[in-house]
């Protein structure tokens, strides 16, 4: 069995039932989330060996999260152990028009205290074949950069493939300070993912008329980010790009793009109901990273990447809770939902 | 910070959790609603001072009820307390074409049985912009029906503005009876707010070419509406009338038209998928009055009014839960539902 | 009132809240299910005296369940007591591409252990108009196959109707068996109601042109469907079958064809937000046997039961708590599901 | 199987969940109780064959109590339909200290609206063995009143047991019209139920040496008080009394007399952890009028209805989910809660 | 109405459903506490008038509080909005021989972060009549104990009498500096308030012959502390400590000592089935202000304080939801729970 | 860190939330027990390497429970895969005077249909040094008794310590098969563990003057049945019995008595009121195998062992939630329950 290693940074994800707001609560649905770990847990439902590294406190929240991922089958043998806190976020979900919204609390976490030499590279890359990590994790602390920039470094050396969602969030940085992070770290990227907005923000590469919030997209103007990454950052090998269409918060149409040895790739476009968003990137690449692990075909790898994706958006919580068959079933073009008795 | 007096009835709303019907039912959600409290609300989440007066036993579920407000904000000072009981309504949330149902058990309240020399309206409108009350409360006693009259003809000597609801319910009284005791109240009133069925029902005014069920809506038969209402009731400043489709119980057409200065205004469209449509009236009212008071134009009142009721069809229960902000980010025309991160 | 009697087996459904998977859950909700009780209920709902006949362990498990349909009207009195369990099945509810799963746990039940002499089927059909049994409980066992062929065929002696679901399910058993069993069964029966797929699985009877997972349904090819099974069963007086589009697990297209004096009825079609599609082809079949007893036409009959089983699939559970009155509304054409205040 | 009939109210009854106060509540437990219809369903539960006589409206909340209790066993076929409402009451659960505190709104039910002439005692008491009813229904209304002492007197003349739980509530009237009330009921009542407080409120006869907050009790007092009533009401077979040492809300002393035949007996004491009080009075009742019904000895039936009561305050809400056979294994002596495999 | 004023923080409390640890969790139940706050709602809910002054983020979880405590009555007119977040604290009921374990997130929280010069003392102390802060507040950071020094020296001035509860939090910080800090505050203290640990570990007075974990008290021990207070600082108008005899995580024995006037008062002493403990000192503080300022006789105050208390523990949360009229009537001696109908 | 290795069922748990009962229940919740995973979980929770061994199906159900417990810690990597199915349990939570009740439906589970030469039991017991079955095992089926004598065998060959909890069950096999298959497994036992019933039971030694339902317990008839057990299996290094007084399903006293050496060591004694006493004995167990398996005297071994099983009584579900440092800080003599900070 394959591995893969992401590293970066996991919170306690604090969600009102149902539609509820933060202003209704009286109780909160208690899971875990973030980018990296949410790329673990996926791949390990999918059946790959996903180790996945952070720091955490020494406390019985961190310790649920732990006995979680470690029972969904993910590695938490190299997650260390210090600091005084686990972020947290507050998720409501939204609805039609209403926007599902986050607020964050992830000030001064474990993860964001990390330093760099409290890694060790060697013992978490043995026997892995891929790295992952995000934008999150360098934009919590300079010392979380340092650490991800190391790690990816670490991996390249190996001869370990590397993927990176840019994932920019504009609340942890500003879009220079990215821009330049960022600069650093993607040279020893090989794979970049990101969404219709990362890649201007953080490198001002444009989407040529794309308008987010009307949900029109252009393929071309796809391509034409992915070619411009790839000047930019002549290491890397590919460059993918989800597509959505965001309709209203209980339907998007998504589909996605995957760009390598200069050909564009896209996939299949699914119109879909929303249970739960959040996370919906990160199965994303997920399904791309077992995609290249396994050896698929660009085409085969979007698609998969997609339907994986496609189907994470039927879970509720960050995590995707989707089996290997069932993003098999849908591949074969069974998006039928009838009842699998 | 402005103003504004709304009167009337307050139920303890009982809810059978997600789909379920009473039928099935073991526990039930424990929130509160009526039209003109629940104008009250959203105003508050608005930002406005909003006083809501009714008549409430004392009781620790009447308790309740003014704690919850009294959080979000709102006036509960001028309430007064006394009777036996506060009415009571079950709601079952229905879902395609299976309509949401509502059983009231509302006889008898202590609102029902208030006397119209118990209100002080002096200190009640003291410092107000504008009073606004239903066709509910008159519907529920002649006691009721001579507060509610009473109350609209005191605001309007004191120059504050009157909106009133029609909000007609044939549980509550005939369409005759509530013609009748309606023409009473009307002469005091300045904005006249309907559904696409009230009018006729109560007034015998009838949009033409209009038929509920198929959803169908014919923009110059609403427009005959208001013009025979204002013809009617040559006090009007203005006529609004919120037009839904009700293609099924989990999908309904929105907009709304504002006749005023002989001119109808109509807004903008939208397609809900509803979380819970009931109140949905009620933050439209709350919308209009909002743009009234803040000195909107026409259109800009029913686009505002048209939107903050779009986004209260995806808040569970009869308040809406929705801030000044949100509804701004919908007139920009952002209904794309992204998360807010 | 008429009765009806319905035989065969009832499982507890455990079911994790809202759309979490097995994976995620840590409660489960608790109903119970199966073909010939759903049956049951929803007739005894509809106002009919439906008789409910199973065999059910001497335990609170079998009790809670046996007063629940009580409570709901079904005439338990005939229901034996032996054996040493209940069925167990494991509900996943879908949404979007994503599929119910229905994890079954049903083997060495009490009702599959059932002996044929155990039933008196003088007493069971005393006063009744009607037998209806499916597919699902020949399947259980051989024996269960026995009473279920006795019952219809002493049905059939006594000149009650005879209504049968073909309901193949592949864990049950191999079509081979299920085709000769269910042909040794069929004689005894007036009414056969299938969905898209069992008639080719059960007889090998072919329906052109249909596309199962696209969703794509050819009417002519139904129609074929039926001409052939009233060819190879000459008793039939005629046949019913769903038309299920499965656009995806959160939304479906419904009607239905009614075949018999050589003409086929086709209902109106209606598009459904599926809130449980469990049960929904059990509310038709009931639906069915409702115009039937009342003697409706064919139209009417066909009309009414995909009306009926439409409204089902708006219910949490197997079970239909669907009343006439509101069949009757959908039927007049109001589907708008505007609040029933 | 032996019918008893009772007659008398039933309630909506919400409670919040666990130990949540009505100000902290968003949901509330929904069930149903009141004083006859628990003696019912609790002799039903031990075996018998109840039938509950009430008034309730049509509507969904009173079909749903229907449908509890039908399916508890309980007859329900005798119960009139018509009026406007049902009693709520809620009931907070009051620990250690804080006592439970029950608020009522039970005015103008169907059942406090019923005509004596609506109730068809022949029909009603077809196949009866005894009669119960309480000092709660005529509290409710005159016409209740008549009804009750009707349906008592009826029971007489077809020399049908009756029994009577005093049951004084302060709310619904004064102890002098109590007095004057239960004065005209009691000549036809065979077997006077009654707590510590019951006999001295209603009749104005007191039992000696008792404080009740104290919890002390005095077993001569007791037997005063019985021996007065007997005097009283000659008519009287037997007075049973529930002896309760409130040691705080969540633990109490529990214990009962019946004397009857000049001979008081008194049973076996129990300390009992409360998981809910509300409905153990109704338990004893249903506890001796099973041991009446049965012709058990004067000292066995106070041990069963005091056991069988003791049993009822572990269980959630005012029914008694009792079964004989765990009375019995109390009776026996084990009240160890050794885990029953 | 008397205005009371109390400072310092307020926490999300985040705890699993009724006994569950955190490593079985999947919800959390959302409330609010902190030991200032706390004091505020009790009062509130006896009936003064009760500001609340901290500093929270302008978020909706800090909003979810300020409707809550706004709703329960408490003035939040004074709070500061500030700051990147709330505290966050989990805690797990324990039972028998578990102990409940709390679980703190609260660094860098906005009150923490709070400057003295923020506060407007002469707003903040309009009409105000007495002053509440805790050992707890000046724990948080300098600048936090600055802030209440400030406070109690400007209330001082006023003339606003000034209670403290010594409150230690060994995580917190060092018992050496919480004397030292507390030190600087104790001379504005008029009225010390604390437990049997913390005048030993604060001030290194020790209260003679007590075993804490033992539950042993000795009520001259409780004596010499106090004298040595009042000896150290002699400002003390009085000393109120809380004697809690810890059987078990579910029982605990609860009284009280006022000193005052060179007099020790001893409470009654009260057996408690605890719901939830975390608070109790709280409330005790609570009813000690509230019978101050209302010129109870010193034993009048600690029988006050020591009954209210009790009453809390039998309520889930930190804030005590109990009225004066349940005061009262414990007072009276009516500790037996018997249902308030 | 020390291997354990234990061998036998788990089962799917489903219990009625709080007090309910099964006929009450609308939803249970859903936990894993079993007599040997109960040990291994507790074992794991205290910090040693736990492997727990049996065979599951292919299911998610299955699938849930392997995740939970790897999650928990323990080793599921020999957990065979096979069968149809996983038993199920009902457990009603008792309380006061009423027992807790236990309904299995674990007949032809993948455990009982296991095939002794299905286990690689050199793989299994690689670097382990203790293991443990029960009594439950062997009931399950003839070749699950083969399988788990086969492993006692296995055990002793290599040098590692056997332990063996007798665990009658009445309902799996009579006391003479048990005799005879328990006798089979004896003579590889190491230590022996029994409640007050099973020696008798099993083996028809008796303690002499126990009368179970009273509590009454005897401390020489105690270790007169150890001296026997030891006399009929000379190969027996200890037998450690579990002392319950069953004061209620509420209350229990709890100790526990390790003989061994020919000297009896009798632990402290605790009274408790309990949470949920299903999996208290295992817990005793897995306290047992911890202090033996980490080399404390026979005293300190058996007080850890009880310390650690009065925790467990605090705990919902099977499962002890018990940390190493709880169990010592309770060793130590603080059982006050005073909250954790």
Redesign the interface.
């Known amino acids: 069995m394959k591995r893969v290693v992401t590293f970066g940074e996991v919170m306690l994800r604090?969600c009102p039932?149902?539609?509820?707001?933060?202003?209704?609560?009286?109780?909160?649905?208690?899971?875990f989330g973030g980018a990296e770990v949410n790329v673990a847990v996926s791949l390990a439902q999918l059946g790959l060996d996903a180790r996945f590294v952070t720091r955490l406190p020494k406390?019985?929240?961190a310790?649920?999260f732990?006995?979680?991922?470690?029972?969904?089958?993910v590695d938490t043998t190299k997650i260390l152990r210090g600091g005084?806190?686990m972020g947290?976020y507050?998720v409501?979900k939204?609805?039609?028009?209403?926007?599902?919204?986050?607020?964050?609390?992830r000030?001064?976490s474990a993860i964001a205290e990390i330093t760099p030499d409290e890694l060790n590279w060697d013992e978490i890359f043995e026997g892995a074949t891929a790295f992952h990590t995000t934008g999150i994790t360098p934009a919590l602390s300079d010392s979380a950069a340092a650490a991800a920039i190391v790690g990816a470094k670490a991996a390249k050396e190996r001869g370990i493939s590397v993927s990176c969602d840019l994932n920019y969030?504009?609340?942890l940085w500003s879009s220079e300070k990215a821009g330049r992070v960022m600069g650093e770290l993607m040279p020893y990227v090989d794979w970049c993912i990101a969404n219709e907005e990362d890649a201007e923000t953080v490198f001002g590469i444009k989407a040529a008329d794309t308008n987010?919030?009307?949900?029109a997209l252009s393929h071309d103007g796809y391509i034409e980010v992915a070619q411009k990454l790839v000047a930019r950052f002549p290491n890397l090998k590919g460059v993918a790009i989800t597509l959505r269409e965001?309709?209203?918060?209980?339907?998007n149409g998504w589909s996605g793009m995957l760009y390598t040895d200069s050909t564009a790739h896209f996939s299949r476009h699914?119109d879909?109901?929303?249970?739960d968003?959040?996370g919906g990137g990160d199965s994303f690449a997920a399904g791309l990273i077992y995609s290249l692990v396994n050896g698929k075909s660009a085409q085969d790898a979007i698609e998969f990447a997609i339907a994986a994706s496609?189907?994470k958006?039927?879970?509720?919580?960050d995590f995707s809770?989707?089996k290997l068959a069932?993003v098999e079933?849908?591949l074969k073009?069974?998006?039928?939902?009838?009842?699998?008795?």
């Open positions: 604090l039932p149902g539609y509820l707001r933060l202003l209704q609560a009286t109780s909160l649905e208690m899971t406390n019985d929240v310790q649920a732990i006995n979680q991922v470690r029972g969904l089958g005084e806190r947290v507050f409501e939204g609805a039609s028009q209403r926007a599902s919204t986050v607020l964050y609390d000030a001064n969030r504009k609340k987010l919030t009307s949900g965001s309709y209203s918060a209980s339907r699914y879909i109901d929303i249970v968003r959040v496609c189907l958006h039927s879970i509720i919580g809770y989707i069932e079933t849908l073009g069974d998006g039928s939902g009838r009842v699998q008795r």
